[in-house]
């Protein structure tokens, strides 16, 4: 995959987007290049335009099932049982907090100003 995102940047930069252009971009990500990867690349792409085969993806990818709302319906019947079993516990009675004494902002009781 990084493979073609360094293709898709040497496209981008007015490269043509060879073996040694491609090792070049993955060298300066940091990232270690799979020579046979990277000439695999090259030569399933040689001759075509990166545009078209851009187009032609997307127009595939729309075809590809993304999955949906089907497989929750397994999970909520499992949670069901567990909402049962959480109902069937005697309820604690909770415990109130006491409030904070209210005080002045600057530790003075009466609000009277002071020295500030």
Not at 52 to 73: D, F, R
Request: charged residues 25%; aromatic residues 2%.
């Amino acid at each position: 995959m990084s493979e073609i995102a360094a293709l898709l940047l040497c496209k981008l930069g007015g490269k043509g987007g060879s073996v040694d252009e491609i090792t070049a971009v993955l060298t300066a990500a940091g990232l270690e290049a799979d020579a046979d990867a990277v000439s695999r690349l090259v030569g399933d792409i040689e001759g075509k335009d990166i545009n078209e085969l851009l187009a032609t993806g997307s127009e595939q990818i729309k075809n590809v099932p993304l999955g949906g709302g089907g497989g929750a319906g397994g999970g909520a019947a499992a949670a069901g049982g567990a909402a049962a079993a959480e109902a069937a516990k005697p309820e604690e009675p909770e415990e109130e907090e006491a409030e904070a004494p209210a005080v002045d902002m600057f530790g003075g009781g009466g609000g009277g100003g002071g020295d500030y």
